[in-house]
């Protein structure tokens, strides 16, 4: 490895890296967060983050293109960068990484193609494999080597199961290939569930129910996120292991269907499973903090924590490098659904403190120790509840 850092695909000659598009810058993008924190404050968070495993349940931690129009084009290439100088900063041992997903649109204007998920997992891989700040993640072995050695672990996952069509021996090709996360259904129902756009909710098909258990069988997390509240229960029903709401909300909290009810959100933890609070721009609002801030985020995790317990929260922050509002806009026939049913809102361009994966646990840590919460709660929060949960899930 020579002194300059690494950038995606670098490996390449510069006229056959593909992207022809502008990125968006991966610090200062934004300006930063003021938690308004005493200087001993900060610096315990500081501790605590250094100290502890700290793991985000769900993040896309790669550029996009400066422009979010571009993003079409960008994606056309099967060539997503990873944000690698962004992560160094981000204090963070583990993302769960879930790649294009609803964006893949690689050889067509649908996502979710099993060739162009399959594209968008092996490009990654290759990036990675040429670089020496990024591991991939695959057991819990390799997330204690990351905390001890200094890197930054990718779980790479996907948000629904879609890709599998009706072929359930492709769980254990995903498997193979790396993926240690899998969603049920995204917004729209596939194979296996309704997904939580559908106005009927048809639950859990036995096809799902027979994909939920493979997925125990090989060591999967399940991921009930985008699926509809039926389809949590369902799942939470069939699984044998605990299961992931990896990045959320409570809907009692903000009404939209993008939001959990309160039998999904405690089945999740019956099953020994964590919640993870989404950022999303415009989801995880609040009638306190309606203009949508770290302060919103913050209250769907107290209101979670009061219905569930510490033992089952976490943070999926779902924050990207780039505008993620501009995003919705390019994306809003296949990402839409985040809103549906909102009270009015104003809206903001990007989430105050949760706006990219730099700035996220800095800023989650700081808000938990200026608000009371005890050193070994900010642990579980911060990655400890996601470990048990994963021991208890993967193989090894």
Known sequence: MTDKPYTSYSYLPENEQFNKVELAPELDRVPAYD?????????????????????SLHDHPVRFPKDMRDTPEYNRTGRQH?????????GMTVIFDNMMDGTACVTGNAPWRWLDIITDIGMRMADIAHQDEVIVVRTLEDIHYAKKNGKIGFVFGLEASTPIENEIERLDVLYGLGIRQLGIAYSDSNALASGLSEDVDGGLTSFGARCVKRMNQLGIAIDVSHSSDQ?????????????????????????????????????VASTGGVIGMSAAPHTTLSKAHPLHSIDSVMDHLMYCIDLVGIDHVAFGPDTLYGDHVGLHTVFSGLLGAATQGAPEFERVKYVDGLENPTENFWNIAGWLVKNGFSDSDIAKILGGNIMRALEGIWIK
């Open 82 to 90: 990873t944000a690698f100088v962004g992560v160094k900063h981000s």
């Open 231 to 267: 389809t949590s229960v369902d799942v939470a029903r069939f699984s044998t292991k605990p299961i992931f709401m990896t990045h959320a909300g409570a809907k009692a909290i903000w009404p939209i269907k993008r939001m959990k009810s309160d039998d999904a959100l405690k089945a």
């Open 35 to 55: 938690g308004k924190l005493t200087a001993e404050q900060k610096s315990h968070a500081e501790k605590l983050m250094r100290e502890n495993i700290t793991i």
